[in-house]
């Protein structure tokens, strides 16, 4: 029932329409430069040498749509040499099975290792498999094989080129990713005026992290506004939490609340403005009454205390946002950082220093249980498996059944499976518009060279929108190749479509004999939150304790460390739930409920990060003790997770009990509160993973009952070996 129900979400999946901004006038420059080598070399070679030439020139227009922060130029140069170098080799090792399906498999491995470095490398390394099974003219020696491997080397340069010459919207990635991180912490505000204890998705202030790091080159050029606003998200979202939290900000009802309220408002109406001006490299407008609301009147102010504090930064705060909304601009080039280049930037290494960057991260997947290198097996056996059964087919274009396997596999189940329903269902749709149209028109390489073009232009513009209906312009846009290269169309359409539904179920197969689920690693991926989540708060506490820059500096490692634990876990928890497994360790209850408690626990810490004291202020030495404690706790409760016994919070009770008993604890009562919430969300935690005495008896047999086995098993190996 599982597999019907996962399978059916599968489906629905595949066949989704994904609400997102289209791009024409990318997916315009992009198929010009697909309509360019096709027109020169129908104009100077002939139709089948432009069927092969457009090959690079597509994949490269399709690599500058993945997500990625390199300029567009540079992934259209690497897509194409990478392309060309394996459509090169590829020809060469063609004639003979013996000599291509080493190579076949060779490649395959590695370019599903490539999603080591990412997706966008794991997608763009797919394509250079694809090249190598196209193979559209088979060349007997070395000069030919260079020539076509140029040939499609020059699409990717085309591309390039076109990029370079006619600029659409330059920087407009990392600005959206600035624009999300703040309107996220807009939409936060907004949602702490109803529900004061509102969770916070941290997802776009780590892709507005991801998206500043540049190389030294891309610092040179990178528009100002692209410098302090992420930082502006970071330290607003701690501050409003801590005026919207009843417990130690604005009190839960009155004048107080009111104007809490008020200044929540007003923080999602500017940092909404702010997103709008850098979105759109414009200034943009805030409400008057916005801004009326910042003016603080000493004499009359309702707040008081930490709430009182924690308005009077949110205004300074949301005094520079005022300032980016104002004066953002779409021109300037930033200033050169002075002194080495990390004191300036977040480092991205150069494509050359990104090489050994690469062999570690391929290094670190390299292990049995890792789902990229299960992947990458995946991948090599079905491609290789998929070219000899269809090569064995009385069907021609065999290469199709092991493109189709490539072009939808993934590292999980879900995506696999979901990519190879779209991939069919956009291939049927797409072969017989374009079937139709070849049929009613007859052999025209010219016309057919122009409806390929639109056809390209078609599939980039709804590339975002859902895979199967940009595979359905992608398989017009090869039935239309075809057509141009002068082969009869029903001796290709058939072929496609039944090769393509071999090589989605050899793909779809694959997984299920060599899986890399997802459910049995959710105890490991929260007990790996549980200890980040342990040392960012202990950081935090540290900060108090002793107030220093290096604690500080601490604090956000830890703090950037929880959010990639917390990212693995959602990641991970999102996949579970769509695999057709039973929970293994970790019912869905407890993961929920493990989850929302976590969150809390990090919450606590966030609110106590929005006061810690400055390098020069008042310190509280009694935190040392409860960090020390939380930090050892939550170590030994995650190797308690993983292991399947219940946490125990015995070193965390023991010294807030003694923080309590001690003079110096009554002068801190909101630090103090704090670290009350912090134990909440620990036993919040406890009680969610925590096992009843039936189930670790019955898990205890079961162990008991492995072991039983294996020393049988032991015992009868042995007396065989001696008889």
Request: with cysteine.
């Amino acid at each position: 029932m599982r597999w019907l129900r996962s399978f059916s979400e599968v489906v629905r999946s595949g066949l989704t329409i994904e609400e997102t901004r289209l791009e024409p006038l990318l997916a315009l420059r992009t198929a010009t430069g697909v309509a360019l080598v096709i027109g020169l070399a129908l104009w100077l070679v002939s139709p089948a040498y432009a069927a092969s030439a457009a090959l690079g020139a597509y994949a490269a227009g399709g690599a500058t749509f993945q997500r990625t922060w390199r300029p567009r130029k540079v992934i259209a140069l690497g897509a194409g040499v990478s392309l060309a170098v394996s459509t090169f080799v590829g020809y060469l090792a063609a004639g003979q099975l013996v000599t291509f399906l080493p190579l076949l498999v060779v490649w395959s491995f590695a370019a599903g290792m490539a999603w080591a470095v990412g997706p966008t490398a794991g997608t763009i390394a797919a394509t250079t498999v694809g090249g190598m099974l196209v193979t559209i003219t088979l060349p007997t020696s070395v000069g030919p094989a260079l020539e076509h491997a140029g040939v499609v080397a020059l699409g990717g340069v085309t591309q390039a080129v076109l990029i370079l010459l006619f600029p659409i919207r330059r920087w407009g990635a990392h600005r959206d990713a600035l624009a999300d991180a703040l309107a996220a912490v807009a939409d936060y505000a907004r949602r702490l005026r109803h529900d004061p204890t509102a969770p916070f998705d941290p997802e776009p202030l780590m892709t507005a992290r991801d998206a500043a790091g540049v190389t030294p080159a891309q610092a040179r050029t990178r528009p100002p506004v692209l410098h302090g606003p992420r930082g502006l998200a970071e330290r607003i979202r701690p501050v409003v939490a801590t005026l919207a939290d009843p417990h130690v900000g604005a009190p839960a009802e009155g004048p107080g609340r009111d104007r809490a309220r008020e200044l929540l408002d007003a923080t999602a109406d500017i940092l909404d403005a702010a997103a709008r001006s850098i979105r759109r490299g414009a200034p943009a407008e805030v409400r008057p009454g916005s801004t009326d609301v910042l003016r603080v009147d000493e004499e009359h102010e309702v707040l008081e205390g930490p709430a009182r504090q924690a308005a009077q930064r949110l205004v300074e705060l949301l005094g520079e946002a005022l300032e980016i909304a104002g004066s953002c601009s779409a021109r300037g080039r930033s200033p050169k950082p002075s002194g080495p280049p990390a004191a300036g930037f977040l480092v991205r290494p150069t494509m050359f220093r990104l090489v050994p960057v690469v062999v570690r991260a391929v290094r670190r997947e390299l292990r049995h249980d890792s789902p990229v290198f299960r992947h990458a097996v995946r991948l090599a056996v079905a491609a290789t498996l998929g070219y000899v059964i269809a090569t064995r087919l009385p069907l021609g274009h065999g290469y199709w059944a092991p493109l189709a396997s490539v072009m939808v596999m993934r590292p999980d189940f879900h995506q696999t499976y979901a990519r190879a329903v779209a991939r069919l269902a956009g291939t049927l749709a797409g072969v017989a518009l374009a079937t139709g149209i070849v049929w009613a028109m007859g052999p025209n390489a010219q016309v057919f060279g122009a409806l390929a073009v639109v056809s390209v232009g078609l599939s980039y513009t709804l590339i975002r929108t859902g895979y199967a209906y940009s595979q359905c312009f992608t398989a017009a846009y090869v039935v239309f190749l075809l057509g141009m290269g002068g082969q009869a169309w029903e001796q290709t359409v058939p072929d496609r479509v039944a090769l393509t539904l071999l090589g989605g179920a050899l793909a779809m197969l694959a997984y299920v004999v060599f899986p890399a689920w997802e459910t049995p690693r959710l105890p490991g991926r929260l007990a790996d939150w549980l200890a980040a989540n342990g040392r960012y708060a202990a950081a935090v506490l540290r900060s108090y304790a002793e107030p220093s820059q290096k604690h500080r500096a601490d604090m956000r490692r830890a703090l950037l460390a929880s959010r990639e634990a917390r990212a693995a876990w959602q990641e991970g928890y999102d996949q579970a739930r769509r695999e057709p497994v039973r929970p293994r360790g970790l019912t869905s209850r407890q993961a929920q409920a493990a989850q929302e408690a976590l969150e809390g626990l990090g919450r606590a810490a966030m609110l106590m990060e929005s006061h810690v004291p400055r390098a020069d202020g008042r310190s509280f030495p009694e935190a040392e003790q409860f960090a020390d404690a939380l930090e050892t706790d939550t170590a030994q409760a995650a190797v308690d997770v993983r292991e399947h016994r219940n946490p125990d919070w015995g070193r965390v009770e023991e010294a807030l009990r003694a923080w309590e008993d001690t003079t110096a604890g009554n002068r801190s009562p909101v630090v103090r509160r704090e670290a009350e919430m912090q134990r909440r969300a620990l036993e919040d935690l406890a009680t969610a993973v925590s096992r009843t005495p039936l189930e670790r008896d019955v898990d205890s047999a079961r162990e008991e009952g492995r072991m039983l086995a294996a020393v049988a098993a032991d015992g009868s190996g042995t007396a065989h070996r001696m008889g």
